[in-house]
Each structure stands twice: as structure tokens, then as C-alpha cells.
């Protein structure tokens, strides 16, 4: 149970609902702000919402990797097995700021798609064709 290296679990329920909560957050908070909101069970961009909580799941990991990361010796053998942070936090970092710039530009064409919806005359150019 003590032994990390045969523990097949880089993350807990409660850090991925974190993270999953986290990432929804920044939606509803990020600019512009918009009148769609949504929580955990409502947010419907399913493929980038998961990047944005794997994003910040590597980045987490990555900064408990460097708290962690120290060289050691047993027995003989030399183990440095929490030197992973050079790969989790600019996995981390690159994932997350994806999810944060698709977020930005999604609000932006909701945002855009709202005004341009609400311009012109109820009696529509287009019937005429």
C-alpha cells in the first residue's frame, strides 16, 4: 500500500472532480461574459472540457513531481521516481491553455452569433427568394 511505484492511480475522485469543477468555472467566470452558464452536468463541449481537466490534473501532478523529486539510493539501486514533472506540467501547461483560448474564442462566436441574431427586421429579406 506504501509503495508508489506499484500504485496504478495518478489521481483521485476528488482531484478529478476538482479539476472537472475548475474547468467549469473558468467558463462560466472567463470574458466576455455571456448568458450561458453551465455546471458539471450541463457543460456540453465534452472533448474540450476533458483536455482542460487533464490540463490541470498534469499540472497538479507535475507540481507534486517537483515538490517530490528527489534522488535517492536502497540497496544499491539508484530510484528517482518522482523526477516526471519535465513531462506533466508542460503537457499540463499546453493542455490548459488550449482549453482556455478555445473557451475565449467560443464566447466570443456565442457572443457575436447572440448580436448579429438580433439585428435586422422580424420580416427577413431572404422570404423574397
Known amino acids: 500500500e506504501d509503495n508508489l511505484l506499484l500504485d496504478n492511480f495518478e489521481f483521485d475522485i476528488a482531484e478529478i472532480c476538482s479539476a472537472a469543477?475548475?474547468?467549469?468555472?473558468?467558463?462560466?467566470?472567463?470574458q466576455p461574459p455571456i448568458s450561458v452558464v453551465f455546471d458539471t452536468m450541463s457543460y456540453p463541449?465534452?472533448?474540450?472540457?476533458?483536455?482542460?481537466?487533464?490540463?490541470?490534473?498534469?499540472?497538479k501532478a507535475g507540481a507534486r513531481h517537483f515538490r517530490n523529486d528527489l534522488a535517492y539510493s536502497a540497496g544499491g539501486?539508484?530510484?528517482?521516481?518522482?523526477?516526471?514533472?519535465?513531462?506533466?506540467?508542460?503537457?499540463?501547461?499546453?493542455?490548459?491553455?488550449?482549453?482556455?483560448?478555445?473557451?475565449?474564442?467560443?464566447?466570443?462566436?456565442i457572443n457575436a452569433e447572440a448580436a448579429i441574431g438580433s439585428l435586422g427586421s422580424t420580416y427577413g429579406w431572404f422570404r423574397n427568394f
Open 21 to 30: 469543477q475548475r474547468a467549469v468555472t473558468y467558463w462560466n467566470e472567463s
Open 45 to 59: 463541449f465534452r472533448e474540450m472540457w476533458l483536455r482542460g481537466i487533464v490540463g490541470l490534473l498534469f499540472q
Open 77 to 109: 539501486i539508484n530510484m528517482a521516481d518522482q523526477n516526471k514533472w519535465q513531462q506533466y506540467l508542460p503537457l499540463g501547461k499546453d493542455l490548459w491553455n488550449e482549453y482556455t483560448t478555445w473557451v475565449r474564442q467560443k464566447k466570443v462566436q
